[in-house]
């Protein structure tokens, strides 16, 4: 029998570290405690929970309470404790009655308030005056009263921008991690890329890459799998639908699998039969600046002069206005999570940094596509992370 190969993992002792590495922050900014919040929301909503805890958030909502000193706690609903205590690296586990539904009864679950677990962590709850909130954004109206009410003393400060770049230069298990995710990637587009020809549906084509995906132990994608055919690849955020694809038109795949928390993201237009002369144009325009990012990529550099490299190009080609989003973002727990470089970002690349470059033509006449790859930075430059050529064509 074949040796079942071993996957990378987040060892248990880098959440410690990475504890210590939030405790020294609130330190540095006289912070109390950290309220970081997370859910199952798609995209941005696990990111604190898998970054702190590697617990991956279903139903229930949850945050991670952290002193200056001590271990973490993990607050949670009434459903989620045991399987917290099973999956997370967070041991202490509280039921939080902010997060219990009101129309249920939980007859054996110890139910706490905010305030009754604070008082655990640094006793006197009056006394704590300054506490770092992270993943606001993601907090019903409801639940952020119920906070403030909690702790009616103190001050919450946003620590969304300070955490984020704590998350942004990689361990060298996260980039372990994130490089076999990109194996997965490829496997997927390889196998979409496979599937695609006319008559078969965009959903029969996502199938196919998902399988392909979780068969080598995708957890599932941080953005839904994008094949869009024709005219449905026109907008940015499109979807697959039943549609056929059709003779002499392109195909857009991003495939975005999430793999032990992380994430990888590459995106390709499919040129079935002859698309035309405009698409064409568009495909070279977009290849070369990607081409041209990935040569301007190197720690110290500030991440908009890169993507600037690559809106130039595409304007040159005459088809700057459909480059519609900032193209240059940072890669992890969440698919696209800042820094984001874009032209009003003045963030910096850093060594182990893992940035996508993704170069979007959307709201065309002829639809849309993008070039999207994933880079490793280094002392030298950057390390493509998948070999996948720009220019993919089925007959």
């Not at 399988?211 to 005219?231: C, K, N």
Request: with cysteine.
């Amino acid at each position: 029998m074949a040796t079942p190969e071993l996957k990378p993992i987040i060892p248990a002792a880098e959440y410690r570290q990475r504890w210590q590495r939030v405790q020294a922050l609130l330190a540095e900014q006289q912070l109390d405690l950290l309220v970081a919040y997370a859910d199952d929301r798609a995209v941005f909503g696990p990111a604190y929970a898998r970054w702190l805890a590697n617990f991956p958030v279903h139903f229930e909502p949850v945050c991670i309470l952290l002193a200056q000193t001590g271990e973490p706690l993990l607050l949670c609903g009434p459903e989620s404790d045991e399987y917290a205590r099973l999956a997370g690296q967070i041991t202490d586990v509280r039921v939080l009655r902010e997060f219990t539904h009101p129309d249920e009864d939980y007859p054996y679950s110890r139910i706490q308030s905010l305030v009754e677990v604070a008082a655990e962590v640094v006793g006197n709850v009056s006394a704590v005056r300054r506490v770092g909130l992270a993943g606001r954004g993601l907090m019903a109206a409801d639940t952020w009263a119920a906070f403030q009410q909690a702790l009616p003393h103190s001050d919450w400060i946003d620590v969304e921008t300070a955490l984020c770049n704590l998350r942004a230069v990689k361990s060298p298990a996260e980039i372990e991690v994130i490089r076999y995710t990109y194996r997965i990637a490829v496997a997927g587009l390889e196998a979409a890329v496979a599937a695609i020809r006319p008559g078969v549906t965009e959903r029969a084509v996502a199938a196919e890459a998902e399988a392909a995906m979780r068969r080598l132990g995708a957890e599932g994608t941080g953005i839904d799998t994008i094949v869009a055919a024709g005219p449905n690849s026109r907008p940015i955020l499109a979807r697959s639908t039943f549609r056929p694809i059709q003779n002499n038109e392109l195909v857009l795949l991003t495939v975005a699998p999430r793999y032990e928390g992380y994430h990888a993201a590459i995106g390709r237009p499919v040129l079935v039969g002859e698309p035309g002369a405009a698409i064409r144009h568009g495909l070279t325009a977009a290849s070369q600046a990607q081409a041209a990012c990935y040569q301007a990529l190197r720690p110290g550099a500030e991440g908009r002069s890169v993507e600037a490299v690559g809106r130039q190009i595409v304007e040159a080609a005459g088809l700057g206005h459909y480059f519609l989003y900032s193209g240059v973002h940072s890669v992890g727990v969440i698919e696209f999570e800042p820094p984001i470089f874009g032209p009003s970002s003045g963030a910096v690349l850093q060594e182990n940094m893992v940035i996508s470059v993704d170069i979007p033509l959307f709201n065309t006449p002829w639809g849309g596509l993008r070039i999207e790859d994933g880079y490793l930075i280094t002392t030298a430059g950057a390390e493509k992370l998948h070999d996948t050529p720009y220019t993919i064509e089925r007959p």
